[in-house]
């Protein structure tokens, strides 16, 4: 006995079974009754025992008939849910989405989008790589990247969501007055917190550098929160995101947001997954909900 079968004999089998006979199953496979009762024979003598029996009012399944016609049905049911995954319909995105994102933007403002997001999607599931380096998507490093940059790449494709701003900040219990009220250049006369040379390439890393007395800077911070927690603290004034200053209290903006700070705060991925069930979900939702935040994202409220 050869039992090896090709989905075409499941498809005439459960013809046979849905029809009752070979000329209604000849009719729905578009192909003459001969040939039908030649595969029929062919199939029956390929595994060694009979799939129907032959009575009057019709072929009736054996038990192997049967069987083999409710496997076939179930094939047919699984390509038919291939399908309409492929396209995208009827069947909710799942799997897993890593995702390359800055500590600052993690903390102070993605997490609960992230958190909203799985709620909507509980199927997918968020491997979140925190880290000023820049991940490779061309190399499939991360699937994802939300992150602040003027030059994003030709190589990928997304959003441009809003302009991160920045602007010099201080402690609000020293009374500072901010520059448009008094005279700016007084702020370049106090003692100031940089971002270390790790950080250097950042615009606002750059900005203190090239206007800053290398004496007025009290301390460098090779992160972004530890500099605002700096700031905080009173070591002195400072760049900081507007996103995190403007949510703290203890902090008084000295200067209106400063475009030699800015840069372009995007969500990207690479071409070749941006139709990936899972990826266009996560992106589509977290690109939506970050637009809500522009305001305070662009130090507009």
């Not at 902090?251 to 969500?267: A, C, H, K, N, Q």
Request: hydrophobic fraction near 45%.
């Amino acid at each position: 006995m050869n039992s090896n079968l090709a989905w075409d004999d499941f498809r005439l089998i459960k013809a046979i079974a849905d029809h009752d006979g070979l000329t209604g199953a000849a009719n729905a496979l578009g192909v003459n009754h001969s040939t039908v009762f030649r595969r029929l024979g062919q199939i029956e003598e390929q595994l060694g025992l009979p799939l129907f029996e032959r009575r009057k009012t019709g072929y009736v399944a054996t038990v192997a008939g049967t069987e083999m016609a409710a496997l076939a049905n179930r094939m047919d049911e699984d390509v038919t849910a291939f399908g309409l995954r492929l396209a995208g319909r009827d069947v909710a995105p799942s799997g897993e989405v890593r995702v390359t994102t800055t500590d600052t933007l993690y903390l102070n403002v993605l997490l609960p989008i992230f958190a909203a997001f799985r709620l909507a999607h509980p199927l997918i599931r968020l491997d979140i790589v925190v880290g000023n380096q820049t991940l490779n998507l061309s190399k499939r490093d991360a699937d994802v990247a939300i992150r602040a940059n003027d030059s994003p790449g030709e190589t990928l494709v997304g959003r441009r969501l809003a302009t991160l701003n920045w602007a010099i900040y201080g402690r609000a219990e020293d009374g500072l007055t901010p520059a448009e009220e008094a005279d700016p250049k007084a702020l370049f006369q106090r003692d100031w917190v940089a971002l270390g040379d790790q950080l250097g390439y950042v615009k606002a890393a750059r900005y203190v550098r090239e206007r800053v007395a290398p004496e007025r800077i009290a301390l460098r911070s090779s992160a972004v929160l530890g500099m605002t927690e700096a700031v905080e603290q009173g070591l002195g004034i400072g760049p900081l995101p507007c996103f995190i200053a403007d949510q703290r209290p203890g902090l008084v903006r000295l200067m209106p947001p400063d475009p030699e700070f800015s840069t372009g705060l995007w969500i990207l991925t690479h071409p070749d997954i941006r139709h990936a069930p899972r990826v266009r979900a996560f992106m589509d939702f977290c690109g939506n909900e970050l637009a809500k935040k522009r305001g305070l994202i662009e130090g507009m409220g």
